[in-house]
């Protein structure tokens, strides 16, 4: 994993310096990145076809770096923001990087929005390098109280890691420390103002939209952060932000009773993702592998988790639909379980989105999956 990471890094680094060699070249470009949120300059590059180039130069050009961010984000800038994802539907997010074309994007655009946490490791020697005056960063996760990773944690259950936790043992991180998560915009990285990206999130879960209670907190986060760089239509973003809340604690209410009920509290996933939700509804994740899901387990963490699951008598075995479920199939085969998906909406597949899935869709498939096997 660390290998992989310098190469990731080597590789961004090649890309920051081709995108400055291309923008040292284009200073008729360079203006385009001066400008300011809320513009109504006629010249801006439309990106979408449907709107008059004074309509598009009025919306907020919003790059969001993965799925959940998108969506977040799509609905509560609504028609007052022109949010382009950055990650491509299918790809897997955790060791994606941007070419230079996808940095010049983000170094024309008013807003980045991006979960944090590491879930993105590129974000911060991105925005370092970056020139422009006018983008607002928004790290999404700000101020939630982040969990521990499957690879900082120490074997609980024998060899086998227990990185979920009960509702009771849940700490609101907003009442200890006094964070408001609503002002969370307040802290972003302006250009205009100072970096506040300097915290180092290594070792930490970021995969805090998992769990519905969560969601609405990042969803609170950015609309603070679409009312600070747009505030003329503050009121009309938390109007958006409030519908799509609406629906996000429908949700989380759904989660709260068909989990209350279920028969059993842990469950095995090939990919330690699910922390935060089994935290929230009173869960316990077992995972095979870390917090990368292209991690492989040795065989000894292979042996726990075989173990774990005969003494418990697990009957599904989860994997995603992003990467190779055949380490799940493999465990599934040695016990006489079954397999099934937990999707973690890293990134929707190709099918999904023609589908027209989305973070609610998906997210009662989740629920409807994990009553099944907790029921069994």
């Known amino acids: 994993?660390?290998?992989?990471?310098?190469?990731?890094?080597?590789?961004?680094?090649?890309?920051?310096?081709?995108?400055?060699?291309?923008?040292?070249?284009?200073?008729?470009?360079?203006?385009?990145?001066?400008?300011?949120?809320?513009?109504?300059?006629?010249?801006?590059?439309?990106?979408?076809?449907?709107?008059?180039?004074?309509?598009?130069?009025?919306?907020?050009?919003?790059?969001?770096?993965?799925?959940?961010?998108?969506?977040?984000?799509?609905?509560?800038?609504?028609?007052?923001?022109?949010?382009?994802?950055l990650i491509p539907a299918g790809t897997e997010p955790h060791d994606w990087e941007p070419t230079p074309k996808d940095i010049a994007k983000i170094e024309e655009s008013d807003m980045l929005i991006y979960n944090g946490a590491g879930m993105e490791s590129w974000v911060d020697q991105v925005l370092d390098a970056s020139s422009s005056t006018q983008l607002h960063a928004v790290e999404a996760s700000q101020g939630i109280d982040l969990m521990e990773g499957a690879e900082e944690e120490e074997s609980e259950h024998e060899h086998v890691h227990d990185h979920g936790g009960t509702a009771e043992e849940k700490h609101d991180h907003e009442a200890e420390e006094g964070h408001d998560h609503d002002a969370a915009a307040e802290e972003t990285h302006d250009h205009e103002g100072e970096a506040v990206h300097d915290h180092d999130h290594g070792g930490l879960d970021p995969h805090v939209w998992l769990s519905?209670?969560?969601?609405?907190?990042?969803?609170?986060?950015?609309?603070?952060?679409?009312?600070?760089?747009?505030?003329?239509?503050?009121?009309?973003?938390?109007?958006?932000?409030?519908?799509?809340?609406?629906?996000?604690?429908?949700?989380?209410?759904?989660?709260?009773s068909k989990l209350s009920q279920v028969k059993r509290k842990d469950f095995i996933t090939q990919h330690a993702a699910f922390g935060y939700l089994a935290r929230d509804y009173g869960l316990t994740q077992v995972p095979i592998a870390g917090l990368s899901p292209d991690q492989e387990p040795s065989a000894q963490e292979m042996a726990g988790v075989i173990e774990f699951a005969k003494q418990h008598q697990v009957k599904t075995i989860f994997f995603e639909t992003l990467v190779s479920s055949k380490v799940a199939e493999t465990i599934a085969a040695e016990i006489g379980a079954k397999t099934d998906v937990l999707n973690p909406l890293e990134g929707l597949t190709s099918e999904e989105t023609a589908a027209g899935e989305d973070y609610l869709s998906v997210m009662r498939k989740n629920l409807e999956a994990l009553s099944r096997a907790l029921n069994e």
Do not use: W
């Open 1 to 85: 994993m660390k290998r992989k990471t310098e190469i990731g890094r080597a590789k961004l680094g090649a890309s920051l310096l081709s995108l400055m060699l291309i923008l040292g070249g284009c200073g008729a470009n360079s203006d385009a990145v001066t400008s300011k949120v809320g513009s109504t300059d006629t010249e801006a590059n439309p990106q979408s076809s449907a709107a008059t180039p004074t309509q598009q130069a009025d919306k907020l050009k919003v790059e969001a770096s993965f799925y959940p961010m998108y969506e977040f984000a799509r609905n509560v800038g609504g028609e007052f923001a022109d949010v382009q994802l």
């Open 212 to 256: 519905p209670e969560l969601a609405v907190k990042e969803v609170r986060s950015i609309e603070a952060a679409f009312a600070k760089a747009d505030p003329d239509h503050a009121a009309q973003y938390k109007t958006n932000a409030d519908a799509y809340v609406a629906k996000l604690e429908a949700l989380d209410a759904e989660f709260k």
